[in-house]
Each structure stands twice: as C-alpha cells, then as structure tokens.
C-alpha cells in the first residue's frame, strides 16, 4: 500500500476527502495535483479511451481527476455531434470511480454548454437530476447556437458577412457568460473565460480589461456573490494568451476578493493530461492564491498550492 493509498479509503464523503487531504499534505509536504476538465471519446471530440485517460492522470500523480465530458444541447439539436451515451459513461466512470478509490479521488463530472433557450436549460435540470454528476462546469460554447469554434459568432448573419467588429462580437460574448452564471441548473465551475478570443479572426484577439471592465467586472463579482469556481484553463490552442482566463482578469479576480480557482487542462488525448500544471500554479501563487478549490457534490475542497 503506498503512502497516499493509506489516506483514502473506498469513494469517502467529501467532507472526509477533505480531512484526509490536510493529512496528507501535513505527513508529507506534498502538494495534490489537481485536474479537474478533461474528456475520453464519450465526448465527440475526445480521443482517448476514458480508462487510459485515468491511467494516465493516475500515473502522473494526480490526486483529484476530474472527467467532464461535453454535453450542449443546443449543438446537438442542430445535429453538431451526437448526443453523448450517458447511460454508457456514468457506468463505466462510476466503476472506474470505485476501481480508484483509496488511489485517486477520480470525480464524474460533465460539462455543459450554456444556451439561453429555456427550453434547453430544462434540459440540463432533467439532465442533472438523473445522472447526478459529483460536479458540473459551466461553459460557453456558442451564440444563439452557432459555435465559436466555427467561427459564425464574430459574422454578421446578413450581407456580405463580414465580421463584426472586435467589441461587438465580444460583448456579446461577455454578456452570454455574465447570462450562463444565472442558469437554473445546478454547476460548481465557470469554465474558460475568455473562449471567444480562441478562434477570433481579428489581429488583436485579446480581451484586455482596458476594453470590457464593465463586462468582466460584472461576470467577476456574480462569481464571487454566487460562490462559484473560476476556472483557469490550460489549453489556449494557439490563444493570446498561455491561459484562460488571462492572467489579467485573473488578478482582478483577486483583487475583487475571488478566492476560489480550479486547475483544468481541457485534455482531449493522454499527453494533455495535468498540461502547464507547474506553470499554472506558479501563476495563481504570484497572484496571491493559496489553494485549488475542487468541488465534489455540492461541497467545496481546499487544496493547498
Ligand atoms: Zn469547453
Ligand atoms: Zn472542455
């Protein structure tokens, strides 16, 4: 039995989990590596088996992995992708849940994508109450159900399509992520902020606290009223900046009184898995954060960095 094994026994309480984390980081002086947004090919776009992405979160000595595979509804009714087995997931995330206790805290996440059609948060509600994830995270994905990744958000539907101007498109943006903090569906974690400057066609993509404060202020300080998690995404794709959100917004995250941040690399294939982990926590300590906060069924977890 390793060392770690000793302080975790079969899936424990969270409030449990978090009493034997200050154990350990006591004992050892260890810090736990955290990952807590990533996908196996039960999501359309993953490409890895979800028990080798767990080997692999396991093996680079992740203590709290989290799999949060991708479910937008709205994308799915526009025929997108498919609609994930999610039958087939809870069960065999489930077992390979119980395979890993007393090795790695394995959490059952799902990731939605906001929409606000009410029509599709209902969907979400019925979603939740059924499979009942130990964790959600919150994301904007789209506008009006066209997807960033594609690029349609920043073009103007009629004409010649050209492009909407840089504080137009991300504004809109802004306001879709300041309307998904209020969705009627239970979720722990605000995923990458900042998406929009992903797969903008402009020269300057960033999104500088200069141009919107207003908008990201007032997306920082529901966060924080609402006691929700700020997620600093490792995966930039090519982005402006090595994270999302920024490590501007970040600070005003702070500065606002957030305290509340989780580690997500957005694997989507083994090698991304706990990516930029070193770098991200270097960032958040330079900034003044102390700990993760990984969420697991409705209660909070403290972790030190
Ligand atoms: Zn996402
Ligand atoms: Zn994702």
Known sequence: MTEKEKFFGRFPSPRLLFLRS?????????????DLHTHSRFSFDGETELDKMCAAAYQKGAAFYGV????????IERGAYEMINADEYFH?????????????NLLIGVEFGFSDEPS????YCGFYEKYRPDYVINSVHTLKGEDYYNQTPYFKKSGDRGEKSKAQAYREYFESVRASLDAPYPYDIVGHIGYCTRYAPYEDRAATLAEFQSEIDGILKRIIELEKILEL?????????PFLPSREI???YFALGGRKVSFGSD??????????WEE???????IGFTYLTVPCRGEHIEVEI
């Open 22 to 34: 200050v154990c350990y980081n006591i004992r050892t002086m260890k810090k736990f590596l955290t």
């Open 68 to 75: 949060s595979e991708h479910l937008d509804y709205d994308l």
């Open 92 to 104: 065999a995330a489930r077992h390979l849940q119980e395979d890993y206790a007393g090795a790695m």
């Open 120 to 123: 599709i948060a209902e969907k």
């Open 233 to 241: 995404n490792s995966s930039n794709k090519g982005g402006v900046s």
């Open 250 to 252: 970040l600070e005003r």
């Open 267 to 276: 694997a989507h294939y083994v090698s991304r898995v706990m990516d930029k």
């Open 280 to 286: 991200a926590i270097a960032l958040l300590k330079e």
